[in-house]
C-alpha cells in the first residue's frame, strides 16, 4: 500500500483501537453513555476509512493524486475534531458543541469529496489502467 491507501487503513486500525478501547471502557464501568462516540469510531472511523483504503489500493494511480491527498487530509482532520469534539460535548462541556458542528461538515465534505473523485473512476475509464496492471501481474 502507498499513498491515501496507506494512510487511510493506517488511520483505520487507529481508529479501531481507540474506538474498541472505549467499548470496553464503557461495558467495565456499566457507563454507556459515550456510546455515540464509540458507534462512530467504530463505523466512521474504522470501517470507513478501511474502506477508503481499499479503493485507493485498488488504484494506486488515483490514491497518489493531489485530490486524494487532499481527501485524506480533510476527511482525517475533521473525523478527529467531530470524534474528540463529541466526546467531550457528551461529557457536559457544551461551549464545545459549534466545533462538532463545523467538524460534521467537514467530515460530510470529505464524503462529497470522496464522490467526485470516486464515481468517475468506477463509472469511467480513469483508474483503469491500474486494474489491467494488476491483472497482468
Ligand atoms: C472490544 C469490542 C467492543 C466492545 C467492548 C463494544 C462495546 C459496546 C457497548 C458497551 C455499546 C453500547 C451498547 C448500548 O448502550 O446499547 C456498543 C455499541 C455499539 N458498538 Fe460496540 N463494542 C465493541 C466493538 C465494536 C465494533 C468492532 C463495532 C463495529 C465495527 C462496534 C459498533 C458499535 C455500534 C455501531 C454501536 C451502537 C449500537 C446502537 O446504536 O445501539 N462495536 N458497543
Ligand atoms: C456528518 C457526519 C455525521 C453526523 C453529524 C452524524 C450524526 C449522528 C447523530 C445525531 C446520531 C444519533 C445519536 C443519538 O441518538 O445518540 C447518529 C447515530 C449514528 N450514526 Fe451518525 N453521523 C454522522 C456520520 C455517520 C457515518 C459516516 C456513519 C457510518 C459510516 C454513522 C453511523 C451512525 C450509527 C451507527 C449511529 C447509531 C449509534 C448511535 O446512536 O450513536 N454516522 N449519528
Excluded: C, K
Aim: hydrophobic share 60%; net charge neutral; proline share 3%.
Amino acid at each position: 500500500m502507498q499513498g491515501a491507501a496507506r494512510n487511510f487503513f493506517t488511520l483505520a486500525i487507529v481508529y479501531g483501537i481507540l474506538g474498541m478501547s472505549l467499548g470496553l471502557h464503557m461495558s467495565i464501568t456499566h457507563d454507556h453513555g459515550q456510546m455515540p462516540v464509540h458507534a462512530h469510531a467504530m463505523v466512521a472511523g474504522w470501517l470507513m476509512s478501511a474502506v477508503f483504503g481499499f479503493f485507493y489500493h485498488l488504484y494506486p494511480s488515483v490514491g497518489r493524486s493531489l485530490l486524494a491527498r487532499v481527501h485524506f487530509w480533510l476527511q482525517s482532520v475533521s473525523g478527529i475534531f467531530l470524534l474528540v469534539g463529541l466526546y467531550f460535548l457528551l461529557a457536559g462541556n457544551e461551549a464545545i458543541e459549534p466545533v462538532v458542528a463545523v467538524a460534521s461538515l467537514g467530515f460530510f465534505a470529505g464524503m462529497l469529496m470522496f464522490a467526485w473523485i470516486a464515481l468517475p473512476v468506477v463509472w469511467g475509464s480513469v483508474g483503469q489502467r491500474d486494474m489491467v496492471a494488476a491483472r497482468a501481474s
